[in-house]
């Protein structure tokens, strides 16, 4: 279809239309007996509609994000209609085709069509008009809507339909590409028919009067609802696609796009012959992730391989440590990675190819899948349970998708294929496993090389040609050689960008590294690792559509870091397959700085030569820099080599290895793997650290080789973890992928060395890199005085090093001021502040005001009173920081109106009713001390999604620091370390984030909702998404943040400023139209009224404060919050520190009234009177020309500065839609009236299905207002529902509250769990054995406090996920059970998934283990097994005896007949941590307000 | 880095002073050093702070939190090359510098619990004396141009040695028959003994600096062929004290005292000035006053009174005038008055009085702050036979400057813009051109003023900068 008219999907100013993500639900339905019906259709669509929650609209509600169906060729409508012209089922295919709408334009796509049609020997039946309802699409949805039509298109006499099928690919190919966006061919094949469009789920069947028709009959059917971040129009976007429908993201994306690309010069098949190269490129330009996905999955089958085969191949399970696998089947996996990498991501995929159907997830499992099978004969699999309601009795069996496995219904063999059976088919169809053990080649068997000679040039010269500095040995590498582990720093990070810095820094240092955030969740590798694998491979790549042993010739590397001798290895390998080329990286010094650019050119040139002469390993070495060469900064090298060999699309004829002095931190060896790198080996950082051990920089005793080892160790851990950032498991997936933002590198420099990534505000090109080298290259000429290396000043303040932000003067004349109140000194802070910004390196100081030539009189401005409303401090935990800082600060922000955060540990309630009370109350993946009635007493919940310091990681708090007070208010045990996971185990995307939203309007409908995001480039679609979701704040921070501790790299390599990232968001908003119902809000270093004005100027209604209101109290930026070492009491837990603590409210009164009292007179000078008047006038904002040294530097702020046409406001006007009309919960307030008024005992019956979420929210919410923490009294109010609950059952369930469900439920039951009690059972009647069927989703019971839950059957994935104090019983539960569990009690009387009691550092875990399979599957790392004793087993009876009672379980009623014996089959899972900590008692009771972890009475 | 949290346990250590009892007896340094494992553990005591305060309150930039770290893990000779990066002198500042580091130390924000950076210093410095790691440094290639550095205290030291290993010929001129300035004839060697002066001026020659003492300049002529002149003569004109028997015998400025002790010790010359057996009154409450008082203790004085102007200043750091990070303006006791004699706050002398020579101090109390109103009925008579004036200095002394022609600013001192005179090819440092200071100050005035030499140089050598312009030749 024509995009042209439609402006909004073209890039402009920060906006760019590739960052849009999708996310959605997906269902299809079959009849096993093969037989098609149009009652497939009609329950298909039902199913679509009860997944209308998991789609979005826009800000025109009628404008859905897309929806549709895939069906079997429905050959009763078309013989219909066509009759005797239409060859018999099978040799005809159906095309459907988005056309342009107006008619001249149509007329010429079709008969391009007809002619390609033509020339590829089909014949042309005929054009079909779709039959549609043109009034149903929204306003949105219409204007861009395309002509849609079919064609009928006949085989060739004679073509088989696999070769009829390949015909039909390459025609539609051939048109794709010559009619290019004016024709979309959602599908075009013989067997299988897509309808689909920018339509809401129940829209579609409305639009496509077909669907109605009950000649369309089916044996399958497979509906997609889909959820874009963004809403510019797009018809083609809208799934299915032509083999698939997917629910989840690609988080490799572009390496897998860049990867397919440098294939296809090697592509070739016997199928295909000649005509495949009509259809490249594989990848069509401009599709999505999804597409993109089709497209290989596509070319994959067609050549010959089945469709499970191909999707085993792109979406492998974790098979690296897996043990419990076959071998055949693990042989499977590692052949086919030396055909092509995982794509990897959060991934549900559904499909089909007309004749099976099924669905598969990708490694970790992050989406939710639930089938059932019927007596009757159908299988239904959905995102969710109960979309399609059935009789009980009717049902056989039900399960979920879970990780790494397929689900498939083969309608030929008229069954479900159980997930081994199939594996074993298609790992067993050729002998891969032989092959690969065979072919492939270990690193460590090539024979020992002739170690080098030692270089001439000394070490020192060496290091300082490299840029080392003091702070690379003693920061960096000897905590990296000292413990294995990359070092960790805190509060963020506040010197220049690297593009500003006046130091010349590496070129890693202007790549930020990307992470995921809501549309994907990060990963924990460490906990985790199970999934993770940091194996590489070099080598040449054969032809992907072949399969012979020879593809199996890799040589594997087990970590990329390569030491020097594994370096020599390959360098000399001789074998005859592998063969090696070193290419010099340096050129001569006396050509200065303009010989980059040759030097270069040349490498390209000679790796062009080394590919001719047969080398498969290309060694980028920059050994031979020295006084008279210059090394080429190896960043460069390697991804200009990789993008030049991609473009010659000679890639994959070798792997490339990188020998270099340069890289010596986690981040270097990250950004040089993430642009091509196979391998590294930082020669110069191992030399480095032998001359550590010899100055005795290291422990004791210390070996040079132990040095060594423990950084390359470190260094790997390092880079699982930026790679689990991003939610990317495999560095063979990392490899190439590009996941990094350029910040300050010129346009084209990335356009032709790192082509595809962001580069928005321009930046130095290859002359100035150049240069920065040779000037490097000169300070390294030895002279006196050499025998130090500089100190930079880059981790610490100095004053000849690297400029920081926080730096004696500003500290200092803060603190005067606002201990002294004295404006005067304030002025001089924030000029100084100011001019730092300026001189020093951040993007607003580049800014300047255009002022009018009259401003407005300083007493008509809005008082700095009503300034001050708009100001909240950051999200520190109690925790991270003191009790007496953090209550500081709330004080401080309650007497000016404005804002404080709890941080992510929960509040001491004693705070709730006095001015110690934090308006924001944070829900982050922790969900430490988040109860309902901790929600109920807020303004705002701010999910935090990231934070500046650290985005995409998780955070740990040492057991040490967990206090008895600490542990009270996050509701855990003293002495327990607490880990907060990396993602928040509800939002693995945006739609889970759209239900957070939900439950936590449930739990408080007055609190505005905020979500909280780190800068980064397409954060403005993310937040477009949360604006989408319903949310009714969002915040932008930049990367400068960080109060807290983290690793270095993270603090200065992830993120990117929050004025880009502010831009970005209020400039994607405007063009959405949803700028006007969302308040938006950044933070990152503000420190002035000026920055608040520019803030605001961006876009920005509000604005955080962290650092600045700390230093105000008295922070000096020590920079070791890590270390309980706070000498100002403010970072520490020790008490004696504590009392150091000399900050006070009013020093933080006064710094934010100083500030709005500078915000003011600016806006006196802008001549705006109104704060929100302030909001998104980029007009009023210019680049300053009047500063030197930015311009020179090729930065363009134009982007940073556009303005879209707004249609509505550039604020926030108006609210959201209201969300909670329909809750099922106003019906069960009404019931329970007399409880909540009177205390009296109510009971209530219901009927629930799947679109009743968050079932017993807003009820909770009720109790814990009225009756605060403690609740009502046991069994006050009890509910019996029947049918499938939505998902978040029983969310923060209060005390007195119990939920009795017969049916099943899906994901998030027992959510935060607060009191009440949950019990789940089949329905009467229920014609399957409960005990062997799901009856919950995945993420059961996360962050529950109290309470208990009874589940007669099987639960998902992480049950019981950071449970610290519910008492549950499960007959079974997926992977990862009792995650990162702080308290509580789990009972598992049935089978347990993999990796369970991963992170479990408290609470107790009772295992059945009647089958001894539980240890291999329970992760050690935190907890040891036990058997039960005494006192346990009686606990434990009486919890097996209220799930009997609860449930009818007819398991635990097995159990207790024979009690005595059954107590010995248990397995108790006990922490190491849990078990001190309760020996210790170290239970001391800190606070007024202190919670009890469960301390439920027996029950009967 | 030091050792997590060793603040906590370890307390400060402050400098180990011989007893006053002993030392009075001989004039030989009073300050120890501390043992090595004191010394670790007070570098253990450095938290390595994200923002060094006390980096940034060295004049010098002296990066501390690195050396003291090198000290905690035993590497001196690194610590020593870490030192000497930034300070040319850390012997001299290791001795006399009052330390505003350890004022602005994070620690210090506990008042008293500062890292005891100063005696780290030292340690470091004199371990790298005497095991021979500093030697000198020539310039690897000469320049072929001249400079003349008029004046050999710290900062014309400094700026010397600077410019000598940039490889530039460097002539010392200094009016007195040795060098070192102050150093040498202003404080006493229990403070510093001269050796310490004299091996470092050891080290300059060796390194080719060529010493002109005895050499007034006073004529442009002297300085003619050379391609730059550096002045850094000091800030020597004391402040006098107008009072009625100013005239007398027996009043004195504190230098001409002190110069002559020292002169005495090393055996150069007969003192002029003795307070053996006196009644010693000295006018100044500061370091040279207190220099004077601990020397008129070693002659044996009869008595030894020092007075001050201002009143007394609050025994603890005063958080509303000079908070921390300041310098605090709070009450110290000087080493002198340890070893006795008296002191008092808010005195204005209004005479002396004696028949030819002084005999008798005449004063009053003051309300302590300026307009120093006088107390009523608090006149007050002593005794007084030696009156050393020590208030202070005005500027530097002008014949030269004059002889110049060089601008000067409005306090006196020679006005500069990055240490360049108003007349080409004329450069100024130290005292002379900020006005008193610490020596601190002086070492730094001498190194930037070597920088901006070297720069100007630099220019003339490129062949169209300002030294070429000029005539690129200082001419007298």
Same mark, same amino acid.
């Given at each position: ?80 209609? @066509? ?894 370390? @607490? ?16 239900? @957070? ?76 139209? @949803? ?426 | ?6 603040? $906590? ?120 004396? $005497? ?59 229990? $403070? ?85 057996? $006196? ?198």
């Amino acid at each position: 279809m024509s995009r042209a008219p439609d402006n909004r999907s073209r890039p402009a100013g920060l906006y760019d239309p590739s960052y849009e993500h999708d996310a959605c639900g997906i269902a299809l339905v079959a009849r096993l007996d093969g037989t098609a019906s149009h009652e497939t259709v009609r329950r298909a669509l039902q199913a679509l509609g009860n997944l209308e929650h998991r789609g979005a609209s826009g800000a025109d509600a009628d404008s859905g994000d897309g929806a549709g169906i895939l069906l079997q060729i429905p050959d009763a409508l078309f013989r219909g209609e @066509l009759a005797e012209r239409l060859p018999p089922p099978g040799s005809y295919a159906v095309a459907s085709c988005f056309l342009p709408a107006g008619s001249a334009e149509r007329a010429r796509v079709e008969a391009l069509i007809g002619r390609i049609v033509v020339a590829e020997g089909q014949r042309v039946v005929a054009w079909r008009d779709v039959p549609t309802d043109a009034a149903v699409p929204g306003p949105g949805a219409a204007s861009v809507m395309p002509c849609i039509r079919q064609l009928v298109v006949a085989a060739a006499p004679g073509l088989d339909q696999d070769a009829f099928e390949r015909k039909l690919y390459v025609i539609r190919r051939l048109a794709e590409k010559e009619a290019g966006r004016d024709l979309v061919v959602p599908s075009l094949s013989s067997r299988t028919l897509v309808y689909k469009g920018m339509l809401t789920a129940p829209q579609l069947d409305r639009f496509y009067l077909d669907l109605a028709d009950e000649r369309v009959a089916s044996a399958l059917a497979l509906v997609h609802s889909r959820y874009s971040t963004n809403t510019f129009p797009s018809w083609e976007l809208a799934h299915p696609y032509r083999l698939v429908a997917h629910n989840g993201e690609i988080n490799t994306l572009r390496g897998n796009a860049n990867w397919m690309r440098a294939r296809e010069s090697q592509l070739a098949s016997e199928l295909f012959g000649d005509d495949l190269r009509k259809v490249l490129p594989v990848i069509r330009a401009g599709g999505s992730d999804t597409a993109a996905f089709d497209n290989v999955l596509e070319l994959l089958v067609l050549a010959g391989r089945s469709l499970p085969h191909a999707l085993m191949m792109m979406v492998p399970e974790a098979y690296e440590s897996r043990d419990d696998l076959p071998a055949e089947l693990r042989g499977f996996y590692a052949y086919h990675r030396c055909l092509i990498e995982p794509w990897d991501g959060p991934a549900a995929i559904a499909f089909s190819d007309g004749r099976v159907i099924g669905a598969t997830l990708d490694r970790n499992g992050l989406r939710p899948g639930r089938w059932y099978e019927t007596a009757d004969g159908w299988v239904v699999l959905a995102s969710e349970a109960g979309v399609l309601p059935e009789k009980p009795g009717n049902i056989v069996r039900k399960g979920r998708l879970q990780p790494g496995k397929l689900f498939l219904v083969d309608l030929e063999r008229h069954r479900i294929v159980p997930d081994e059976e199939l594996k074993r088919e298609v790992a067993t169809r050729r002998p891969y496993a032989g092959w690969f053990a065979a072919e492939t080649v270990r690193l460590d068997e090539l024979p020992e090389a002739e170690r080098p000679e030692p270089p001439e040039t000394p070490l020192r010269t060496r290091q300082l040609l490299f840029g080392y500095a003091q702070e690379d040995m003693k920061v960096i590498l000897a905590p990296l050689a000292a413990s294995g582990e990359e070092p960790v720093g805190s509060m963020g990070n506040d010197t220049p960008l690297a593009v500003l810095s006046g130091r010349k820094p590496l070129l890693y240092s202007y790549f930020k590294q990307l992470f995921a955030q809501v549309t994907n969740p990060p990963i924990d590798p460490i906990r985790e690792a199970i999934v993770m694998s940091v194996q590489a491979s070099v080598g040449s790549e054969r032809n992907l559509l072949a399969e012979t042993p020879a593809h199996a010739r890799q040589l594997l590397i087990e970590n990329p870091i390569l030491r020097g001798r594994e370096l020599e290895q390959l360098r000399h390998v001789r074998h005859d397959v592998f063969s090696s080329w070193t290419v010099d990286t340096t050129w001569p010094a006396a050509e200065g700085g303009a010989g980059l650019e040759p030097a270069l050119e040349r490498i390209q040139a000679e790796a062009d030569l080394a590919l001719a002469a047969g080398a498969n390993i290309i060694i980028l070495s920059d050994r031979a820099a020295g006084l008279d060469r210059i090394p080429i900064p190896s960043l460069l090298a390697t991804a200009a080599v990789h993008n030049h060999l991609v473009r010659r699309g000679t890639r994959l004829q070798a792997g490339i290895v990188v020998e270099s002095g340069e890289p010596r931190s986690v981040h270097s060896i990250a950004v040089l793997i993430g642009y091509g790198a196979a391998a590294v080996n930082p020669y110069l950082m191992l030399e480095t650290l032998a001359e550590l051990v010899e100055l005795g920089w290291l422990p004791d005793g210390t070996t040079v080789e132990q040095a060594q080892a423990r950084a390359v160790r470190g260094i790997a851990k390092g880079l699982l973890k930026t790679m689990s950032k991003m939610g990317i498991s495999t560095v063979s997936s990392y490899t190439g992928a590009q996941i990094f933002e350029a910040v300050g590198l010129a346009p084209e420099l990335v356009e032709r060395h790192f082509t595809g990534t962001a580069s928005r505000i321009g930046g130095v090109g290859l002359r100035e890199l150049g240069e920065h080298a040779a000037a490097r290259h000169a300070r390294a000429v030895p002279g006196a005085g050499d025998e130090l290396l500089p100190v930079v000043g880059l981790f610490a303040w100095r004053r000849e090093g690297e400029a920081h932000m926080w730096n004696p003067e500003t500290i200092s004349t803060l603190q005067h001021a606002v201990r002294t109140g004295s404006a005067e000194t304030y002025e001089r802070y924030a000029e100084t502040a100011n001019e730092d910004a300026a001189r020093r390196g951040n993007l607003r100081g580049l800014l300047r005001f255009r002022f009018p030539d009259e401003g407005v009189p300083l007493d008509e401005v809005e008082p700095a009173a009503e300034i001050v409303r708009r100001f909240s401090t950051g999200a520190m935990s109690l925790g991270s920081i003191s009790r007496e800082a953090h209550e500081t600060l709330a004080r401080a922000m309650n007497r000016l109106g404005g804002k404080s955060n709890t941080g992510e540990g929960g509040e001491d309630p004693v705070r709730f009713d006095d001015d110690r009370r934090s308006a924001i109350k944070q829900v982050a993946s922790g969900r430490f001390g988040v109860s309902a009635h901790y929600l109920a007493n807020a303004d705002e919940l701010q999910i935090k999604m990231a934070q500046g310091a650290k985005p995409g990681e998780g955070g740990q708090l040492p057991g040490h620091k967990v206090d008895g007070y600490i542990a009270s208010v996050r509701m855990t045990t003293p002495g327990v370390g @607490l880990i907060s996971p990396p993602p928040h185990h509800d939002i693995y995307s945006i739609e889970d984030l759209k239900q @957070l939203i939900y439950d936590l309007r449930c739990a408080n409908p007055r609190a505005r909702i905020s979500v909280k995001l780190v800068a980064e480039v397409g954060v403005g679609t993310v937040a477009a998404g949360v604006a989408k979701a319903g949310a009714d704040h969002v915040l932008i921070s930049g990367h400068e943040g960080g109060t807290g501790a983290a690793p270095l790299s993270s603090i200065l390599h992830a993120g990117v400023p929050w004025e880009i990232g502010l831009a970005e968001t209020q400039q994607t908003l405007i063009r959405n139209d @949803l700028r006007s119902r969302i308040w938006v809000q950044t933070d990152g270093q503000l420190k002035t009224g000026r920055d608040v004005v520019v803030a605001a100027l961006l876009g920005a209604d509000e604005m955080g404060f962290a650092t600045a209101p700390l230093v105000a109290s008295g922070c000096v930026m020590m920079r070791a919050c890590h270390l309980n070492t706070c000498p100002v009491g403010i970072a520490t837990q020790d008490p004696e520190l504590r009392k150091r603590f000399a900050g006070q409210p009013e020093h933080v009164v006064n710094f934010f009234f100083f500030v709005a009292e500078e915000a003011r007179r600016l806006m006196a000078k802008l001549g705006v009177r109104r704060f929100e008047d302030l909001v998104g006038r980029v007009d009023l904002l210019d680049a300053d020309e009047a500063l030197t040294g930015w311009r020179e530097r090729g930065i363009d702020l134009s982007a940073l500065l556009h303005r879209p046409e707004a249609p509505r406001a550039t604020r926030r006007v108006e609210a959201q839609p209201p969300a909670l009309g329909d809750a099922l919960d106003w019906r069960l307030i009404e019931a329970a009236r007399p409880a909540l008024e009177e205390r009296e005992p109510v009971e209530v019956e219901l009927e629930v299905a799947n679109v009743d979420r968050t079932v017993g929210g807003l009820l909770s919410h009720e109790v814990v207002t009225r009756h605060g923490a403690i609740g009502l009294p046991r069994g006050t109010i009890r509910v019996t529902l029947r049918g499938s609950a939505g998902q978040s059952f029983g969310a923060w369930l209060a005390p007195g509250i119990e939920l009795t469900l017969l049916g099943d439920a899906n994901d998030y039951v027992g959510k935060g769990l607060s009191g009440g009690v949950l019990a789940i059972r089949p329905p009467d009647g229920a014609g399957f054995v409960a005990e062997e069927n799901v009856i919950a989703g995945n993420t059961v019971l996360y962050g529950a406090t109290r309470g208990r839950a009874f589940f007669r059957g099987l639960a998902g994935e992480r049950f019981a996920v950071r449970n610290s104090g519910a008492h549950a019983v499960v007959e079974g539960v997926g992977d990862h059970g009792c995650e990162y569990m702080t308290g509580g009690v789990v009972v598992v009387l049935g089978p347990t998934g993999r990796n369970f009691a991963a992170g479990m550092s408290g609470g107790v875990a009772y295992v059945l283990d009647e089958e001894l399979g539980f240890a291999a599957r329970c992760n050690p790392q935190l907890v040891g097994l036990e058997h039960v004793g005494a006192e346990d087993g009686e606990a434990l009876r009486s919890l097996v005896a209220e799930h009997a009672r609860r449930t009818g379980s007819a398991v635990a009623a097995r159990l207790l007949a024979e009690w005595e014996d059954a107590v010995q089959h248990f397995v108790k899972v006990m922490p190491h941590d849990y078990r001190r900590a309760l020996e210790t008692a170290a239970v001391s009771t800190g606070g007024e307000g202190f919670y009890t972890t469960e301390t439920e009475e027996a029950v009967a | 880095m030091g050792e997590l949290g060793a603040f $906590k346990k370890i307390a400060r250590v402050g400098p180990r002073e011989r007893p006053p009892a002993e030392r009075i007896l001989d004039h030989r340094e009073f300050v120890r050093p501390l043992p090595l494992v004191e010394l670790q553990a007070q570098g253990a005591r450095c938290m390595e702070c994200g923002v060094p305060f006390c980096h940034s309150g060295c004049p010098l930039g002296n990066l501390i939190p690195d050396w003291n770290d090198l000290v905690y893990r035993d590497r001196f000779e690194a610590a020593s090359e870490q030192l000497h990066r930034t300070n040319n002198f850390p012997e001299f500042t290791g001795r006399l510098c009052p330390a505003p580091c350890e004022a602005a130390c994070v620690l210090e924000i506990d008042e008293g619990s500062a890292v005891s950076i100063k005696q780290i210093e030292l340690a470091i410095v004199e371990r790298a004396w $005497k095991e021979g790691w500093i030697a000198p440094q020539a310039a690897a290639e000469r320049t072929g141009r001249s400079v003349a550095v008029v004046g050999s205290g710290p900062a014309g030291l400094a700026c010397a040695q600077q410019l000598a290993r940039a490889g530039h010929e460097v002539v010392l001129f200094e009016r007195d028959e040795e060098p070192g300035g102050l150093l040498r004839f202003g404080v006493p060697d229990f $403070k510093i003994e001269k050796r310490v002066v004299e091996r470092r001026v050891a080290q300059l020659e060796e390194e080719g600096v060529e010493l002109r003492c005895g050499v007034e300049v006073d004529d442009p002529e002297q300085l003619a062929g050379f391609d730059a002149v550096v002045l850094a003569t000091g800030s020597r004109v004391p402040r006098d004290l107008p009072v009625p028997g100013r005239e007398l015998d027996g009043v004195h400025f504190a230098m001409d005292y002190l110069a002559g002790r020292n002169r005495a010790l090393a055996g150069t010359a007969e003192p002029r000035l003795s307070a053996a057996g $006196k009644h010693v009154v000295v006018i100044g409450g500061g370091d040279t006053g207190a220099d004077c008082v601990a020397s008129a203790h070693r002659e044996e004085a009869a008595s030894v009174t020092q007075i001050e102007l201002l009143g007394e200043p609050p025994a603890r750091r005063p958080d509303d005038l000079t908070p921390w990070p300041l310098w605090p303006a709070k009450l110290r006791t000087s080493y002198a008055l340890a070893e006795g004699g008296e002191r008092s706050f808010a005195i204005s002398t209004t005479g002396l009085s004696g028949e030819g020579r002084v005999e008798r101090i005449h004063w009053v109390r003051n309300e302590g702050a300026p307009p120093f109103a006088v107390v009523p009925d608090s006149e007050e008579t002593r005794p007084a036979d030696l009156v050393l004036l020590a208030m202070g200095f005005l500027g530097p002394e002008l014949p030269l400057l004059d002889a110049l022609g060089v601008e000067r600013d409005g306090r006196g001192n020679v006005a500069t813009r990055d240490h360049a005179t108003s007349r080409p090819g004329v450069f100024a440092a130290g005292d002379a051109r900020r006005g008193q200071s610490l020596i601190v100050w002086a070492i730094e005035e001498g190194r930037r003023c070597a920088a901006a030499v070297e720069a100007w140089l630099a220019d003339a050598d490129g062949g169209d900068g300002a030294a070429a312009r000029s005539g690129a030749r200082f001419a007298g």
